[in-house]
Structure formats: C-alpha cells, structure tokens
C-alpha cells in the first residue's frame, strides 16, 4: 500500500510526502477499511523513517480523523503511542 501525503511547512509552501506500507490486506486484517479515509482527512501517520533522510518512510500505523488507531506491533505487545505530530490531510 502506498499513501502520499500533502503537508505544508512553516512558510506555507506544500509538498508531497510518499510512503510505502503493509499490504491491503495487513491493513484489512489490522480493521482499516477503505471508508475510512477520504481526500482532504488531516490524519496521523506513525512511520519508520527513510534511511537516506528524503521525507517519508515506511508506515506502521496511523490514526484517522475520527481517531481510529490502525497500528501494527510485535505480537503480544502493547500498541505504541502514536506521535505527537502535525496531521497533514490525506490525498
């Protein structure tokens, strides 16, 4: 699964974020539906960074507008904390 995202920074100048993820069907199973998100929803994305330090990374989580928590972790551990981050909508 690929999400971009569009995200402003403090001049107000926007730009596109890419990042790659789990499968559909990780997500699926995780309980995203493809309802949940819609263009234009400023949601929360939890994410292993690049390593040659170009915006995006892969995602391992995220939290919707209505904050839904969609998150993957080790197998008998808790779900991590999602992020304090700014939300950038969706597109």
């Known amino acids: 699964m690929s999400l971009t995202l569009s995200t402003s920074d403090a001049k107000g100048e926007t730009h596109d974020v890419m990042f790659e993820g789990h499968s559909v069907n990780n997500f ?15 949601i929360k994305v939890r994410f292993n960074p690049r390593k040659d ?14 904050g839904k928590e969609i998150a993957f972790r080790a197998p008998g551990q808790p779900l991590p904390v999602p992020p304090e981050a700014t939300a950038a909508p969706a597109k």
């Open 28 to 42: 699926y199973r995780e309980g995203w539906r493809p309802s949940m998100l819609k263009v234009g929803d400023k």
């Open 53 to 66: 330090g170009v915006d995006g990374g892969f995602v391992n989580g995220f939290v919707t507008a209505e």
